[in-house]
């Protein structure tokens, strides 16, 4: 156990629809990462977020977007959801430190239909 | 931009055989290199990671990696693989501790009896 909470585990959606993915990081940690994983494009990176504010952006779609609350957990929000968007999100959270890793979640499975 | 390149997609081997997984890594900086391993249906799972010293990095479950600055690789090794370890294997270059990790594609390591 990693110590990085996922929910929902599974998600099924219609395309069109707008979907929450939540996630709450190792107790101590302020950095959270989302991430994509599909069999075409492997693991990209979306957006990290550190103590609140924005870090770093990826390939992250316009129709996509995420924040990190005041307690730390964070939200992935995913709108106008289409066939492609199915894949695994990852959330991952980080301690400060130099090469401080990365501690993932489960994953949180979204199939859009 | 670092950017990291596995070069095998699969590795098929058999159990007790020695296996190495390639992971070559650019950056114009000093980098942080990471191991992870993802069993099915499971989050990613550090296996190991190279900050500075050693060159030569163990890991759990018997893995070790060799840095090698001039050659910018990463390969991850080990000497006699059981059919657990069968997963996907992802390498990882990361700047600093406030900084995303970028993954490469991942090798899918298939061991048989």
């Known amino acids: 156990d990693s110590g990085v909470t996922q929910t929902p585990k599974h998600l099924i959606t219609a395309t069109g629809q707008r979907v929450t993915l939540r996630c709450s990081p190792r107790s101590g940690d302020l950095s959270v990462y989302w991430y994509q994983q599909s069999l075409d494009q492997g693991l990209q990176f979306l957006i990290q977020y550190y103590n609140g504010e924005e870090r770093a952006k990826g390939n992250i779609l316009e129709r996509f977007s995420a924040q990190q609350f005041p307690d730390l957990h964070s939200e992935l929000n995913l709108s106008s959801l289409e066939l492609g968007d199915s894949a695994l999100y990852f959330c991952a959270s980080s301690p400060i430190g130099l090469g401080a890793e990365a501690f993932f979640g489960q994953g949180t499975r979204l199939t859009v239909v | 931009a670092q950017s990291v390149t596995q070069l095998d997609s699969q590795v098929p081997v058999f159990e007790e055989a020695p296996v190495e997984l390639r992971c070559n890594y650019s950056?114009?900086?000093?980098?942080?290199l990471f191991w992870y391993v993802q069993y099915p249906n499971q989050g990613l799972q550090l296996l190991l990671k190279y900050l500075s010293g050693s060159t030569l990095v163990k890991g759990i479950n018997g893995f070790e990696a060799e840095f090698n600055k001039s050659q910018t690789s990463f390969h991850l090794r080990k000497p006699s693989v059981h059919i657990s370890d069968t997963a996907e294997y992802f390498c990882?270059?990361?700047?600093?501790?406030?900084?995303?990790?970028?993954f490469g594609k991942g090798t899918m390591l298939l061991v048989s009896p």
């Open positions: 950056s114009s900086v000093s980098v942080y």
């Open positions: 990882a270059v990361g700047l600093s501790g406030y900084s995303t990790l970028t």
